[in-house]
């Protein structure tokens, strides 16, 4: 049978708007593209910078820079030996200090300090705060090549832990954004089996990126963000993830209409109407999910809602203006070589009576599984999701030491336990008690009776407040003439514990309550102070932010599926797909991974990205149930609607999976323990939760699913549909 004839489409929509708008995105990408390199110039990974200007811990800061004008930090350089340091040896290593100064990294050097066991020397380097990789290379370099013969070496300290973090982050740029892109081009050859479909879908994700880093870059540099290495790294992932799986739903709209039309263009605007609005509303909800996180009081938080939000709209656009330009220039050949073809007119549109015509294979399979028994399928699937949710109990998720966060090599880390092992763990990162002049005596009395301080003193007139170590030239115990700005003096106190422990923080917490009962006005920061702080605010924001994205998505679904029983029902379902995931994490992390916590945002960012991701498979779904049960009734309507998104949709979590399991190729904790709960958590969602549990519940309420809507009232096309006598049993 001859297809029927399509009408004549004009000249410009066939050719000229396409090829407008493909050049229009190249011109975009190579603006963009270059513009990745420069994030460096706008992005900082320091800590201190994370928190709210009302932490005190940032308040102690700025008050610390009013004593040290540098802008420096510490880097404490340690040279051990096995053994009981020789005469010889600690001669060289005191010949150390000229060469140190001689690199002239930062102002001041302070040392040579040996360790009461003998078997091990620091010196205390400022270098600047602003750049600290390079210096610190630099005096690796120094004394690795001048240290004393039988002595191992190390840089540490706030500006080592600082340079190998950055060096950590490095492979942002490159390594991760072509490890994902790899990952989805396999999935995408395995599942379209075309050559040139998998081209035009990276395009579009690759040019999106670069629209995407355009934007980021622009907010950075304007300074309305507080751009990070973390941010960075789930840009690329969320970019290229979220692009695919639209791009996913678009393709799979197009081969339908390709199958129903032999005009490319016509076939073109058949699927873009068709996947515009839940393509849409499935950006809409995730970029508006993700900006809830401007709800925290962490500016790292805060930063990733608009940098996320900002790469999810580049990403709707691109696909739904560069992929259905491809398509409209391609045709049938995208799918080359196995095009799909021309459907006979009598079977483009099946009168469905049970929803699993023309199905087959797998979803044919699922689809008489969720009819025959759909409350047996939704319960099991609810219990099991339930058991898996019992592991959060063990998720340690409370801050882990900063020598924790890299998982590779590090010198700085290596530093962080010599210094453990001979000295007070916390030289070089002391605490910043910052009190009035008056209270400046009992200050001082209450911050040596903490326990866990090894030593305490006023900042001495002219001195350096960076040392943090004891009996170092130039650190007074009590200066007749303290350093005084605006009527405050600054007070040092090293700690004996790392500074990056939790027995660090608890005894943090003690000083503050013991020198505020002096001073009321006393402020407590330092590097301990400053994770304590991100901790508690981490925490806080939990709780703050998870109402506010439960409250945007179910508005938002309800007005989408024109129901409240449906969103209500998708919202649960994907809360607990969240807490089975965060469960299963937990587990994984402390009995197979040996991990010794999580950072205090992980389980934040784990449910807005799972909670906002989840969604957009619940209306790619839903919205095409939705759409088959105004044809065909709620039932029928479910198995249909499942039947011709369940490839897509699983295909869509798979990329999605890949694309964030390739944030563990990043050395660092958080990105490591972020990529599996998203990777597993999306697997679940889709294969258990989207598969089965939503379409049995949904099939076993039938038409009440729509509640309050006209559809759960008005189904006619149900009430009249022939059932097999098993669906009758069931119901």
């Not at 081209?199 to 990070?228: D, E, P, R, Y």
């Not at 040092?492 to 514990?497: E, K």
């Not at 999976?657 to 709960?677: D, N, S």
């Amino acid at each position: 049978m001859k297809p029927a004839r399509t009408p004549s489409i004009p000249f410009w929509l066939r050719w000229l708007i396409p090829v407008v708008l493909v050049v229009g995105w190249v011109a975009i990408a190579g603006v963009g593209g270059p513009t990745f390199g420069r994030l460096d110039e706008v992005s900082s990974n320091d800590p201190a910078s994370f928190l709210p200007a009302g932490a005190e811990a940032t308040e102690a800061r700025e008050w610390q820079q009013k004593f040290q004008d540098s802008g420096e930090v510490p880097a404490v350089v340690v040279i051990e030996s096995d053994s009981a340091l020789t005469p010889a040896q600690l001669a060289a290593a005191a010949g150390l200090k000229t060469r140190l100064e001689d690199l002239r990294v930062g102002s001041t050097v302070v040392g040579p300090v040996p360790s009461q066991d003998q078997k091990a020397v620091q010196y205390i380097v400022s270098v600047a705060a602003a750049e600290p990789a390079d210096a610190v290379e630099e005096l690796r370099s120094a004394i690795r090549a001048d240290a004393p013969d039988g002595t191992q070496t190390f840089v540490t300290g706030p500006a080592g832990l600082a340079a190998d973090l950055t060096g950590a982050f490095a492979g942002i740029d490159g390594i991760l954004l072509l490890v994902a892109l790899a990952a989805v081009f396999v999935i995408l050859l395995v599942v379209y089996r075309s050559l040139l479909l998998p081209f035009a879908v990276l395009l579009t994700s690759v040019f999106a990126l670069c629209a995407a880093i355009l934007l980021v870059f622009g907010m950075a540099k304007a300074g309305w963000i507080q751009l990070n290495g973390q941010s960075q790294g789930i840009l690329s992932i969320l970019v290229i993830g979220a692009a695919t799986d639209y791009a996913l739903l678009y393709v799979a709209r197009f081969r339908e209409a390709l199958e129903h039309t032999a005009n490319r263009t016509a076939a073109a605007l058949t699927a873009w109407r068709a996947s515009f609005a839940p393509i849409l509303a499935s950006g809409a909800t995730v970029a508006i999910a993700l900006l809830c996180l401007l709800f925290s009081d962490l500016n790292s938080n805060k930063a990733l809602g608009p940098v996320a939000a900002a790469g999810i709209v580049c990403s709707l656009f691109a696909a739904l203006t560069l992929l259905p330009a491809f398509a409209a220039l391609l045709g049938r050949a995208a799918f080359w070589p196995f095009r799909p073809r021309l459907l006979p007119e009598e079977a483009r549109e099946p009168q469905l009576t049970t929803g699993l015509e023309g199905q087959r294979g797998l979803w044919r399979a699922t689809g008489t599984l969720v009819s025959r028994r759909p409350r047996t399928v939704w319960v099991a699937s609810v219990l099991l999701l339930v058991v898996a949710s019992a592991g959060v109990l063990q998720l340690k998720a409370n801050g882990v030491p900063q020598a924790a966060v890299i998982l590779s090599a590090s010198n700085a880390v290596d530093g962080q336990d010599a210094l453990g092992r001979h000295f007070d763990a916390g030289s070089g990162s002391p605490v910043v008690i910052v009190s009035s002049q008056g209270n400046a005596g009992e200050v001082l009395e209450k911050v040596k009776a903490t326990d866990g301080v090894g030593a305490a003193y006023l900042l001495a007139e002219g001195s350096v407040p960076i040392t943090g170590a004891p009996g170092a030239p130039g650190v007074p115990g009590a200066p007749a003439n303290p350093a005084v700005r605006d009527g405050r003096v600054l007070l040092n106190a090293t700690l004996g514990s790392a500074a990056d422990s939790d027995a660090a923080e608890n005894t943090v917490a003690a000083m503050r309550a013991s020198v505020k009962s002096v001073d009321p006005d006393a402020l407590v920061g330092g590097v301990t102070a400053t994770a304590l702080d991100t901790n508690t605010t981490a925490q806080r924001d939990l709780v703050a932010i998870i109402p506010v994205v439960l409250a945007v998505i179910l508005l938002i679904l309800m007005v989408l599926l024109r129901s409240v029983l449906a969103p209500v029902l998708l919202v649960a379902s994907v809360v607990l797909s969240y807490a089975a995931a965060m469960g299963v994490s937990a587990l994984v992390f402390n009995n197979i991974l040996g991990f010794p916590g999580a950072d205090a945002t992980v389980p934040l960012f784990g449910f807005v990205f799972l909670v906002a991701l989840g969604v957009d498979y619940n209306i790619f779904l839903m919205s095409r149930v939705r759409e088959e049960s105004l044809k065909h009734g709620t039932r029928p309507g479910i198995l249909r609607g499942l039947g011709v998104t369940g490839g897509v949709i699983t295909s869509a979590g798979v990329v999605l999976a890949a694309t964030f399991a390739a944030l563990g190729v990043i050395p660092i904790m958080f990105l490591v323990q972020l990529a599996f709960i998203v990777a597993f958590g999306v697997l679940l969602d889709t294969v258990l939760v989207r598969s089965l549990l939503v379409p049995a519940l949904a099939y076993d309420l039938g038409r009440r699913i729509w509640w309050p809507g006209k559809l759960s009232r008005n189904d006619a096309q149900e009430t009249s549909t022939v059932e097999s006598p098993a669906e009758v049993a069931v119901r």
